[in-house]
């Protein structure tokens, strides 16, 4: 009885490959006595309980068998195993499911798996399909692809290849030499990629333009978000925006500027000038500079102390200056405009001509004259100004 037990522990589970056994089609089991246990019972149980524990009526694992086994007229029944421990009641006939019947024998720890060629190192050549849980750990190569319908549990990893609709689960380094396309996944441990830099292709891709929270890409090239570099301190070395929005700017060392909000516009101001201030010229691009070429081209000059009153009487005059160009002319050779703009008088308000009496590179000196009324009075003005400009 246990000989024919233990074949039947030999084929019940299947295994497809190059070349297989003729499997037994049916088990026989016998009293006591030798005769076939007719109508007799075989109780199923969790290993070491007396929790039953289901049997199928063939290989493919979707028909199970009643619990107890019922046996035909000569003690024939066709019990197939899962792949774990069972403990193995056999009765005689007698009652309700044997319940008046005798004891034969119980079989504690029977394991189909231990005798399966899944405990053992196989090549799989074919497409297999795995419809229940099936737990790889040891030595398990498939050359054509593997399937699996439910969990699967691969402890050791290995080059993998084929397809897996469960929910496997890689606890060891597995190999996907082909590749490996998923719709979901969740990885406990850390994720290292071993692309060497070739310059083109990048060792992460994501494709989807939304955003990935927890990704926590807080620097770049060594910097920060909060602590950025400079745009355009390497190649490519300048910046293109379409849209720039400060609220300080700096050019060069020059003094930080900050927005000034106007009517429809924010203005740019770097704050109040004070004091005397440096002349405004024009570079080479003509835009405002306060460096200056040493010879100057046009230059003005407002003078408001240092004027003279002319006496009362016509055509009388008085001398002024010599007032100084804030950047010397290369010579004389420059023309000189000047203009009283503030004038006040007595009498009938005679006008007053303003012309220099001499001329330098680095300044000059004016006359004012009443006019040519010779009872024209005294005559004074609060400011000049005056324009050389040289050719």
């Known amino acids: 009885m246990k000989r024919l037990l233990s074949m039947l522990v030999l084929v019940c589970v299947p295994a497809f490959g190059q070349v297989s056994l003729t499997p037994f089609s049916k088990a026989q089991w016998f009293t006591n006595t030798g005769l076939p246990n007719a109508g007799g019972c075989l109780f199923t149980y969790v290993s070491g309980t007396t929790t039953p524990l289901a049997t199928y009526t063939d290989y493919t694992g979707n028909f199970t068998n009643s619990n107890p086994v019922i046996l035909d007229s000569a003690g024939r029944a066709d019990v197939w195993l899962l792949p774990q421990s069972y403990t193995l ?15 034969l024998w119980s079989e504690n720890g029977q394991n189909s ?75 406990s441990g850390v994720i290292t990629s ?35 570099g400079m745009i355009g301190s390497t190649s ?72 003279c009153t002319t006496p009362s009487g016509g055509e009388l005059s008085c001398t002024m200056g010599p007032f100084t160009w804030a950047t010397a002319f290369t010579d004389s050779l420059y023309a000189l405009t000047c203009m009283a703009t503030a004038p006040s008088g007595t009498g009938s308000h005679p006008s007053v001509t303003i012309y220099w009496t001499s001329k330098s590179p680095s300044g000059f000196g004016l006359q004012m004259n009443s006019g040519s009324n010779s009872a024209a009075g005294a005559n004074s003005v609060t400011e000049i100004d005056c324009i050389g400009s040289h050719p």
């Open 236 to 307: 490519p070395n300048s910046g293109v925006f379409t849209t720039l929005q400060a609220t300080s700017l700096q050019l060069g060392s020059s003094t930080a500027q900050t927005g000034v909000e106007g009517t429809d516009t924010n203005l740019m101001s770097a704050g109040v000038v004070s004091g005397a201030g440096n002349p405004l010229c024009t570079d080479a691009q003509l835009g405002a500079t306060t460096v200056c070429p040493t010879s100057a081209k046009t230059q003005g000059l407002i003078i408001t102390s240092g004027i």
């Open 194 to 228: 071993t692309v060497a830099p070739t310059g083109s292709t990048p060792p992460f891709v994501v494709a989807s333009n939304d955003l990935v929270a927890n990704l926590n890409v807080s620097q770049l090239e060594g910097l920060t978000w909060e602590v950025p």
């Open 89 to 103: 009641v056999m009765y005689t006939a007698g009652g309700t499911n044997c319940s008046t019947g005798t004891l």
């Open 113 to 187: 798996s231990v005798t399966s060629l899944l405990a053992l190192n196989n090549t799989w050549t074919g497409t297999n399909t795995w419809t229940n849980t099936a737990t790889f750990n040891a030595i398990t190569i498939f050359n054509a692809g593997f399937t699996a319908n439910g969990p699967a549990n691969l402890l050791l990893g290995g080059q993998l290849a084929g397809s897996f609709s469960g929910s496997p689960t890689f606890s060891g380094m597995p190999n996907f030499a082909g590749g490996f396309n998923a719709t979901t996944g969740t990885f």
